[in-house]
C-alpha cells in the first residue's frame, strides 16, 4: 500500500492517494462490522458457534450481492454516472444506521433459527455491509481505468483492501471492544461510515471531473476468460472459505463464541491474500507448498484429538488453515486476469467464498450427522497443489498403498471401545494403542512423501483423517443426531461399580449427561450430578424443605429430575430443541419421564431471554450451561447475574455451574455475583482418584443468595469457601474477557494448580 501511494502522489495521479485510503478505510469499515454484529447477536442465540458460521454465510452473500451490483455499475458507459449512483446508494443504504438489531422480526424461533437469523442480518446491517463490500472493486476498477498504463497496479489496492480488514480484526479485541460499549461501538462505525461516504465522493467526483461519455468503460485488454476459467476461480476461494467456518467452529466449539477468537482465522484468510497479492510476494510458492504439505498432514493425523492438547492442536489447525488458504491464494494470482476483467474476477471470488462458507453453515448439518466437512475440505485442500507432470510410478503407488494398510491397522489398534483416552493422541497406553499412535505417525510420513502429486497426496490425507478419527474415538456411539446447535451424540460405556453399562450424551467432547441403567442404579444422578458433588451437596441441604420450585438453565440427559420429589416443580431452559426431545424419550433417558417425582417442564429458548420473559420465582436455579462445547458468555455477565436474583424466592439460592476444561470461569462468576450485590460461596471439587468412572466428576460451582443466612448451611461446611474474584473484573454486556479467562486457565494448568 505505501509503495503504491508513493507512486500516485509523485506521478500526481487523478485522487491518486485517495485510492489506497479509501480502499483500506472500507475494508476496515467492512471488517470491524463482523465481529460488531456477531457481539450483538450471540445472547439471542445461546452463544453457539453457529451463530457466528451462519452470519460468516450471510456476510459472504452480501459480499457477492455487493460485488454483483459493482460489476454491472462497470457497464454504465458514463463514470459520471457510475459515481453518483454509488454515492446514492451509499446515502440511502445510510438510513439503517447507527447499527443495531431490529426486533421487527421478534425473538428467535430456536426451532429454525437460521432463517430468523439471516433475516435480521438483512434488515440490521445489509444494505450498508453490501454497499461498502462494492465499494472496493469499484474504486479499484476506476484507478485502472484512470491510469491505464498502471493499470497492473490495481492488484495492489487488492492487498490494501486485505490490509485494511486485518487491520480492522486486530483491532477489534485490542482496542475497540477493551475501550467502547456495544452502544459505543456501534456509533463510533456508524461515524466512520459517514466519513468514508465523504471519502468516496471525493474520489468519484475529483476522477469523474472532466472525464466524456466515452470512458465509462474499463478497456478489456485481456482475452475473455473461459468458463473454466472462472470454475477454476470459483474453487480456488471455496476452499478458503470453507476451511475457515470449518477451523472457527472447531476452536470456538472447545472454548467460546467470542470475538477474539473469530479474529484469529478470519485475520489469518487475510493475511494469506495479502501476501499473495502482493507486487513481490514474502512468501514463495516454494516454501508455501513445504509448509502446506507439513502442516495438513500434521492437522489432519491430530484432526480428533482436543482433550488435553487444545493449544497445540489449534495452533497446528490455525497453521494447516493458513497454508491451505496461501496456496489457493497463490494459484489464483497465477490464474489471475487483466485489470479489464477485474470485476468479473471479484464477482467469481465472491462466488466461490459464498459456495465455501454456505457448504458449512447451511448445507453440512443437513448432509452430514457428525462434524464431516471440515475434515473432509482439509484434504480435499491439498488438489490445489501442483498435480505433478507424468504419470506415477510404482513406488508412488506403493506409498499410498502403505499408507492405506498404516492407517487401517491403526483405526482397528486404537479403537478398543471402553479404554480411558491417554491425553497425548486420545489413545490409551496400552501396547496396542502405542502402536496405533506409531501407525499413525508413519501414515503421516509417507502422506508427506507423496506431496508433489497433489491427487496422491489428497487420498493419503483423507486416510490419514478416517484412521486418526476412529482411532481416537473412545466410546461405543449408539447415535448421533445434528442441528443448528451442534452434534449430539448418544455412547454406551461398561462400568461395572455402576452395574454394568451406563448410557451418555455428549456434544462434541463435552458429556451432557449419563444414566446407569442398571435397574438398582437407575434413576440415581451420576457424573456431575452425584450425590457426592457440589450440585449434589446443594440439593442435600435445599431437600431439608418442602415443595421446592428449581429453575435450570441447560438440559442435558435431565439428571435434576432425579433430585425431584412428590410437591417439587422443575422447570428447565434449553435451547436446543433437541436435546429437549432425547431428554424426554424414555427410550433415551429416564430421568424425566420416568424417574421425576414432581412436575417437569420444559421452556425453549435461550435461558436468559426465557428468563427475562417469565414471572416465575425459584427457591433453587441452577445456571448449568458452562461446561458446554459452545460457552455462552452473555450468561455470566453482572447483568445476567441480577436477572438470576430478581427470579429466586425469598431465601432462594442461585448455584452456578463452571466446570469449564478450557476457560477459569470461577473468578468472573465471583466478580459478577459480588457487583449484583449477592454474598457468595465457592467449591472446587475433586474426586478421589479411585472412584469408578462417572460416579462422579470434578466440578466448580458457586453458590449465591441476597441473604446471608440463605448461605450458612455452606459456611459451616469446610468444603465451601467465602468468595474470592482474585482481583479479576466482572463480566458486563459490554465487556467480556474471553481472552484473560483462556490464558488463567492455561497458567493454571501450566503451574499444576488446577485442582487448587
Known amino acids: 500500500m505505501a509503495t503504491l501511494l508513493a507512486a500516485a502522489v509523485q506521478r500526481q495521479d487523478r485522487a491518486g492517494w485517495l485510492f489506497p485510503v479509501a480502499v483500506f478505510v472500507s475494508a476496515g469499515l467492512v471488517f470491524s462490522l463482523e465481529p460488531l454484529v456477531g457481539r450483538l447477536l450471540l445472547p439471542m442465540l445461546g452463544g453457539s458457534p453457529a451463530v457466528w458460521n451462519a452470519s460468516l454465510g450471510f456476510f459472504q452473500a452480501a459480499l457477492l450481492a455487493g460485488y454483483l451490483y459493482a460489476h454491472l455499475l462497470q457497464r454504465i458507459r458514463s463514470l459520471r454516472t457510475q459515481v453518483v449512483a454509488h454515492l446514492a446508494v451509499l446515502v440511502i443504504a445510510g438510513f439503517a444506521l447507527p447499527i443495531r438489531i431490529t426486533d421487527l422480526l421478534g425473538l428467535p424461533d430456536v426451532r429454525a433459527p437460521a432463517p430468523w437469523l439471516l433475516g435480521v442480518l438483512a434488515l440490521s446491517i445489509g444494505a450498508p455491509f453490501a454497499a461498502l463490500s462494492a465499494t472496493a472493486p469499484l474504486l479499484q476498477a476506476w484507478f485502472a481505468r484512470a491510469n491505464r498504463p498502471a493499470g497492473s497496479r490495481v492488484w495492489s489496492l487488492y492487498a490494501a483492501s486485505n490490509l485494511g480488514s486485518l487491520t480492522a480484526l486486530l483491532a477489534y479485541p485490542v482496542v475497540i471492544e477493551p475501550a467502547l460499549t456495544l452502544r459505543g461501538q456501534a456509533w463510533a462505525w456508524t461515524a466512520g461510515y459517514v466519513l468514508f461516504a465523504i471519502l468516496a465522493a471525493a474520489v468519484g467526483l475529483r ?6 461519455e466515452g470512458q465509462g468503460i474499463l478497456v478489456d485488454d485481456g482475452a475473455a476468460p473461459s468458463w473454466i476459467d472462472r470454475a477454476r476461480w470459483i474453487v480456488l476461494a471455496a476452499i478458503p472459505s470453507s476451511l475457515l467456518v470449518g477451523v472457527t467452529s472447531f476452536v470456538s466449539t472447545d472454548i467460546a463464541s467470542a470475538p477474539f477468537l473469530w479474529v484469529i482465522p478470519l485475520a489469518l484468510y487475510l493475511v494469506a491474500f495479502v501476501l499473495a497479492f502482493q507486487e513481490r510476494p514474502a512468501v514463495s510458492r516454494e516454501v508455501t507448498l513445504v509448509l502446506n504439505a507439513v502442516t495438513l498432514a500434521g492437522a489432519c493425523a491430530l484432526i480428533h484429538v482436543r482433550v488435553g492438547l487444545f493449544l497445540l492442536g489449534s495452533v497446528l489447525h490455525f497453521a494447516a488453515f493458513f497454508f491451505a488458504a496461501l496456496v489457493c491464494a497463490q494459484a489464483l494470482v497465477a490464474r489471475r486476469p487483466s485489470p479489464g476483467r477485474l470485476t468479473d474476477f471479484y464477482l467469481c471470488l465472491a462466488v466461490g467464498g459464498v459456495i465455501g462458507g454456505g457448504f458449512n453453515a447451511f448445507a453440512a448439518p443437513l448432509l452430514f450427522s457428525t462434524v464431516a466437512e471440515y475434515p473432509a475440505v482439509l484434504a480435499i485442500s491439498a488438489l490445489a497443489r501442483p498435480w505433478g507432470d507424468g504419470r506415477p510410478g510404482r513406488w508412488t503407488w506403493g506409498v499410498l498403498a502403505l499408507c492405506a494398510l498404516a492407517g487401517l491397522a491403526a483405526a482397528e489398534l486404537g479403537h478398543p471401545v471402553g479404554v480411558p483416552p491417554h491425553w497425548i493422541l486420545a489413545l490409551d497406553a496400552r501396547p496396542a494403542g502405542q502402536l496405533a499412535a506409531a501407525l499413525i505417525v508413519a501414515t503421516a510420513v509417507g502422506a508427506l512423501t507423496l506431496q508433489g502429486r497433489a491427487p496422491l ?3 493419503a490425507c483423507g486416510v490419514l483423517v478416517c484412521a486418526a478419527g476412529r482411532a481416537g474415538d473412545r466410546v461405543n456411539v449408539t447415535h448421533t443426531w445434528r442441528d443448528f446447535f451442534g452434534v449430539l451424540r448418544e455412547s454406551r460405556l461398561f462400568v461395572p461399580a455402576l452395574g454394568g453399562p451406563v448410557r451418555m450424551l455428549a456434544s462434541g467432547t463435552i ?60 422447570r428447565f431452559f434449553e435451547i436446543d430443541p433437541l436435546v429437549a426431545r432425547i431428554a424426554t424419550d424414555p427410550s433415551r433417558f429416564s430421568y424425566i419421564p420416568v424417574c421425576a417425582k414432581g412436575r417437569v417442564g420444559i421452556t425453549l429458548g435461550d435461558g436468559r431471554l426465557a428468563l427475562a420473559h417469565s414471572a416465575q420465582r425459584f427457591d433453587l436455579l441452577l445456571i448449568d450451561a458452562f461446561s458446554s462445547d459452545s460457552m455462552p458468555t452473555h450468561l455470566l455477565t453482572v447483568e445476567a447475574v441480577r436477572l438470576y436474583l430478581s427470579h429466586l424466592a425469598p431465601g432462594g439460592l442461585l448455584v452456578l455451574h463452571l466446570s469449564n476444561r478450557n476457560l477459569d470461569l470461577m473468578h468472573p462468576a465471583q466478580a459478577a455475583v459480588l457487583a449484583a450485590g449477592a454474598t457468595a460461596m465457592f467449591q472446587k471439587h475433586r ?51 474471553v481472552f484473560g479467562a483462556l490464558a488463567r486457565r492455561l497458567a493454571a494448568r501450566w503451574n499444576g494448580t488446577l485442582g487448587a
Open 207 to 212: 476522477l469523474a471531473d472532466g472525464q466524456g
Open 511 to 570: 458429556l451432557h449427561g449419563a444414566e446407569a441403567l442398571a435397574p438398582s442404579f437407575r434413576c440415581r444422578p451420576i457424573a456431575y450430578y452425584a450425590p457426592a458433588t457440589p450440585i449434589g451437596q446443594v440439593m442435600a441441604i435445599e431437600q431439608r424443605r418442602s415443595a421446592l420450585a428449581i429453575g435450570v438453565v441447560g438440559l442435558g440427559a435431565g439428571s435434576m429430575a432425579g433430585y425431584v420429589r412428590p410437591g417439587d416443580s422443575l
Open 687 to 737: 474426586p478421589d482418584p479411585a472412584a469408578p468412572t462417572l460416579s462422579e466428576a470434578p466440578e466448580d460451582v458457586v453458590v449465591a443468595a441476597l441473604d446471608r443466612r440463605t448461605l450458612t448451611q455452606f459456611a459451616m461446611d469446610g468444603r465451601w469457601r467465602k468468595a474470592d474474584p482474585g482481583g479479576v473484573r466482572a463480566w458486563t454486556d459490554d465487556h467480556i474477557d
Open 457 to 459: 497426496f489428497f487420498l
